[in-house]
């Protein structure tokens, strides 16, 4: 994560990204702010595909087309399935890509034994989003509550943690039912957490 902030504060940009990993929530951050990067809030040369139907030839085919008034094309491609199967002819066509354009790979699984993992390995950069660890997710917690003028005991926070699981969309959601449901309260308590938040079964 540390390459990726660092490549999106610098500008120094690559042609080829990779996010891939269970922590969803980081995974669409980070794509959103690598496409803002990329090509702003250019419409007319960015193209969007999900899911395992995508014809590689069409993808090739427009990766190809010079972006219009523009320096660069991005492609974001996510959740198609070709890190485990039928990336080979993207894989090839990759090692001598047009310039002009970038690509922006968004994946749950990828299988890293697989020609299209290794060529973005080689040639791009691959950043795993792995479940964060729980001081991680105390951290990013309490910047929240800060950020929004509450406050909480260490006993609550874990307690909230408990409720909600380790995943980050489904943190964010529960507290900011919390945030709305203590907008004339400082502090949170252990009494507004079990009114307001649902218990995850993973949890």
């Known amino acids: 994560m540390q390459r990726l902030n660092e ?8 042609n080829l990204y990779l996010l891939y990993g269970e922590e969803a929530y980081l995974r669409r951050q980070y794509r959103d702010r690598l496409k803002d990067a990329i090509i702003g809030d250019d419409t007319m040369n960015y193209q969007y595909f999900e899911g395992k139907n995508i014809a590689v030839g069409e993808i ?5 087309t010079m972006p219009f008034f523009a320096e660069k094309r991005l492609i974001v491609l996510e959740n198609t399935g070709l890190f485990k199967s ?4 993207l894989a090839e066509y990759l090692t001598a890509q047009a310039e002009s354009t970038s690509f922006l790979f968004v994946e749950t699984e990828v299988d890293k034994r697989s020609k299209l993992f290794k060529t973005l390995q080689s040639k791009g950069s691959v950043t795993e989003f792995g479940v964060q660890d729980e001081g991680t997710l105390k951290r990013w917690i309490l910047g929240m509550m800060k950020k929004e003028g509450k406050q909480i005991s260490s006993g ?16 964010r959601k529960e507290a900011e039912k919390l945030f709305c449901y203590c907008m004339d309260k400082d502090t949170i308590s252990r009494e507004d957490i079990d009114e307001i ?3 995850q079964l993973s949890s």
């Open 60 to 64: 090739i085919d427009l990766a190809e």
């Open 156 to 171: 609550n926070l874990e307690y909230f943690l408990e409720k909600t699981g380790t995943d980050m969309e489904n943190i």
């Open 86 to 89: 039928g990336g080979e002819q």
């Open 7 to 14: 490549d999106i504060k610098t500008g120094q940009l690559k």
């Open 197 to 199: 938040c649902i218990k």
